[in-house]
């Protein structure tokens, strides 16, 4: 089946410090992709949608200047976290659609911000 | 907000049937239900999705009410590897038309020896 690969799996960084997490369709094109987070023992929040060639569109209540998003590509997208705080320490997951409308997810990246 | 409700944990003893629930009285007539699981630290992992009839695949059935506004997921012989967070979710289906998932807070199974 088609897969959908994040890079890093983990990572840590220093507050302050803005660390970028990659979300890539290894088998299919994806003119859509999808960025959620997850505070442990909670659901996936929809934070946006990335849209290759055009803006991102952001939840509400997700900001835009902290959290950027590009999708340059149809079979990339990246989150930027920029000047990352404690409280932004999450699990990060995207997700992809194909052509035919199937969707799948990306294996996470769990942030910490120390 | 998601448009689905589920119990918020159950139990299944190991080799059992585990059967999920879920609640979605508001579906429209073009939505699908579609079921993902997430084991710890892990990505969503699909499951099965249907419109109105029943489906079953390797992994489980789906039995959809008549009036379409619950159905049940059924995991015929759970094992301890089904240990995970289950979500129903409805969307639209098929091709154009997208992906955008809202996720409730689905149902922690715990499959127990």
């Known amino acids: 089946g088609a897969v959908v690969s994040q890079h890093p799996s983990r990572v840590i960084c220093k507050s302050g410090t803005s660390v970028k997490i990659e979300c890539r369709s290894l088998?299919?094109?994806?003119?859509?992709m999808f960025w959620y987070r997850q505070f442990p023992k909670k659901s996936l929040m929809l934070m946006a949608t990335s849209n290759e060639g055009s803006k991102a569109t952001y939840e509400q209540g997700v900001e835009k200047d902290k959290f950027l998003i590009n999708h340059a590509s149809l079979t990339l997208s990246t989150l930027t976290v920029t000047s990352a705080h404690p409280e932004d320490s999450s699990f990060y997951i995207c997700s992809a659609v194909t052509a035919t409308g199937e969707l799948f997810f990306g294996e996470g990246s769990r942030l910490t911000v120390l | 907000d998601a448009k689905t409700t589920q119990p918020p944990s159950m139990d299944c003893a190991e080799g059992r049937a585990a059967n999920l629930p879920c609640n979605h009285s508001t579906i429209s007539g073009n939505e699908y239900v579609y079921w993902y699981r997430q084991i710890h630290s892990q990505g969503p992992q699909y499951i099965i999705h249907g419109l109105k009839n029943n489906e079953t695949n390797e992994m489980a059935s789906l039995i959809i009410t008549e009036d379409r506004k619950s159905s049940t997921l059924i995991l015929p012989h759970a094992t301890l590897r089904d240990t995970a967070v289950y979500y129903c979710?409805?969307?639209?289906?098929?091709?154009?038309?997208?992906?955008?998932?809202?996720f409730g807070q689905g149902t922690e199974l715990s499959v127990k020896p």
């Open positions: 979710i409805v969307r639209l289906g098929g091709a154009n038309q997208g992906g955008k998932l809202i």
């Open positions: 088998d299919f094109q994806a003119t859509t």
